[in-house]
Each structure stands twice: as C-alpha cells, then as structure tokens.
C-alpha cells in the first residue's frame, strides 16, 4: 500500500499571499489530521477530519482552513500568509475516527517558508 | 496547548547502550502514543499504550505507563546509530476531545 502523500513537499511564499496544501492518505483510510511543526511551538494540532465533516479544530486563526473531499483526499488552506507560519505541515491518516485512540500514519510533510 | 512533557530534551549515548525517555502529562487520558521522527521528516508510530494498561513491548522498545504519576517512559535497549531520532509521546486532551497532542520531544543522538 502507498502511504501517505503531501503536495507540494516544499514552498517558498511571500507575505500575504495565500497557499493550498494537498494530503492523500493511504487507501481505505477516512481519518486526516493536520499539524504544524516549528521549533518554538513543536507539534501543534490544526484539523482533524472524518468523512468529509470537520470533527475538530485546534487553536489557529481563522486564516487556517481545510477540508476533505468524498475520496478521503484533504487540503488545507492558509490565506494572507505571515513570517510566522514558516513550519512544516504534516498530515496524518487512519482508518477509524479519534486519532487520539489510534495509531497515526504520517506523511513527509510540506515545508513552507514565507519571505 | 502542550499536554505531555519529555524529559530530557536532549540525550546523547553510545552504540550498545539503553536509552530511556519521560513523558508527563496534565489531565486524564485515554491512550498514549509515542512516535519517531527523523531530522524533520514524517513521524513514525511506534507503540499505543492504553490507560488500562501499564507496560507494553515491541522489539527493543518498552513502554510503561503510571496513571497515577501521569507519566509514561520509553525504553530503547542496545541501542544503534539509526535510533538517532526525536521521539515525541502524543496524548488526547480534554479540551481538544481527540485529537492528538504531542509535546517537544525529546533528541535522541546515538554514536558508534
């Protein structure tokens, strides 16, 4: 089985422009999560999806957006882009609901740098 | 919001030796995870340890769990160049229902 797949796996920006990441989970997979990952702040949770509804939101603004399409497939969106949301997003797939009951297939993660 | 906490942040060993890493927590728990991740790459699931639970094996990793204290720790026996890594331990949270929480992490750095 393939794992999990993000696009793009890096990305150069600049302030207030606006990016879309891709996530594929593996197959037969309905569970995503999102994270973001920077050196000051670590592991930080921003969505969780199942099914195509949105079943949990970490605490990011509102610029922080995401969804998931019937094929399980996610992406997430951040609009007017600031130097702070430099990170590496990482996405997360599993078969059941809860990620926090489950174990969590991670993809590679896309590395966003905004100048 | 952080829910687990490693200790140390950062551990350097040699080949052959055990390496054991603290995880506290603040609230309550259903599970706790632990994962790998290397140099900025994916993370890897490494073991599920449920609440009910206190100890749980797989090849050279232990983990043990004490409710109680709210601490987990993982062990790595004999351990080799490539367990080189940052492991995080990763709870649910009250406040964020299931979704996974991870903490800093700690560095883990084996050399030959």
């Known amino acids: 089985k393939a794992g999990v797949t993000q696009t793009p796996r890096y990305l150069i920006k600049t302030r207030g422009q606006q990016v879309t990441l891709s996530c594929s989970p593996i197959?037969?997979?309905?569970?995503v999560s999102w994270y973001q990952q920077t050196p000051g702040q670590g592991l930080q949770f921003l969505f969780e999806?199942?099914?195509?509804?949105?079943?949990n939101k970490g605490n990011f603004p509102g610029r922080f957006s995401g969804r998931q399409f019937s094929n399980s497939r996610s992406e997430m969106n951040v609009s007017t882009l600031e130097l702070g949301d430099s990170a590496l997003y990482l996405c997360?797939?599993?078969?059941?609901?809860?990620?926090?009951?489950?174990?969590?297939?991670f993809g590679p993660g896309t590395r966003l740098t905004v100048l | 919001s952080q829910q687990g906490e490693e200790d140390p942040q950062a551990l350097s060993i040699q080949e052959g030796e055990n390496a054991t890493m603290n995880c506290s927590y603040k609230?309550?728990?259903?599970?706790l995870q632990w994962y790998r991740q290397n140099s900025g790459r994916g993370l890897v699931h490494l073991i599920l340890?449920?609440?009910?639970?206190r100890e749980k094996h797989s090849g050279r990793l232990r983990v043990t769990l004490d409710t109680s204290k709210k601490s987990s720790s993982l062990l790595i026996t004999a351990s080799r160049a490539a367990d080189t890594a940052s492991y995080f331990c990763?709870?649910?949270?009250?406040?964020?229902?299931?979704?996974?929480?991870f903490g800093k992490g700690t560095t883990l750095s084996v050399s030959s």
């Open positions: 997360a797939s599993s078969f059941y609901k809860a990620p926090a009951h489950n174990e969590q297939f």
């Open positions: 197959s037969g997979h309905r569970s």
């Open positions: 340890i449920r609440s009910n639970e």
């Open positions: 609230t309550s728990i259903n599970n």
């Open positions: 990763a709870t649910d949270d009250n406040q964020a229902g299931t979704a996974l929480i």
């Open positions: 999806y199942f099914s195509e509804t949105q079943r």
